[in-house]
């Protein structure tokens, strides 16, 4: 037997007993914002839960598992933190494209290249 407590999401009790009534087909008791499944595993009503949630676009929930009982929780982590738009990375700024400590790197001259001989990429056709 699995319980699922709905004390953190109210108003909704009716809506996840219809749900789960329409995929569960063993018996399903409902008291005030607790519903009491026989006949199922706590993995698949989790699932079931998890499918509720999404379908009725609730994303700021979560199904917390304990011994038999099923919680539906607000979720903390739902509203992540924006950054401020000012708010700058520490460290070590990024070198531009074309700075001045980049610049003597493009000035190498290699021994064994010639820039007045034509590169050649294709075979030409006879």
Avoid at 20 to 31: A, D, E, P
Avoid at 81 to 102: A, F, M, V, Y
Avoid at 108 to 115: E, G, K, L
Wanted: glycine share 6%; no cysteine.
């Amino acid at each position: 037997m699995v319980t699922v407590q709905l004390r953190m999401l109210p108003g909704e009790a009716q809506a996840a007993t219809k749900f789960l009534q329409s995929k569960i087909q063993g018996q399903i008791k409902v008291t005030g914002n607790q519903i009491e499944i026989d006949d199922e595993k706590g993995l698949d009503v989790k699932l079931l839960l998890h499918k509720f949630l999404h379908h009725e676009g609730l994303t700021g929930y979560r199904v917390l598992s304990q011994s038999g009982t099923l919680r539906i929780v607000p979720d903390n982590a739902a509203a992540p933190e924006e950054q401020p738009e000012n708010d700058k990375i520490k460290g070590i700024p990024p070198l531009p494209p074309l700075s001045t400590e980049r610049l003597p790197l493009m000035d190498v001259v290699y021994s064994n290249y010639t820039s007045d001989r034509p590169r050649m990429f294709k075979k030409e056709k006879r």
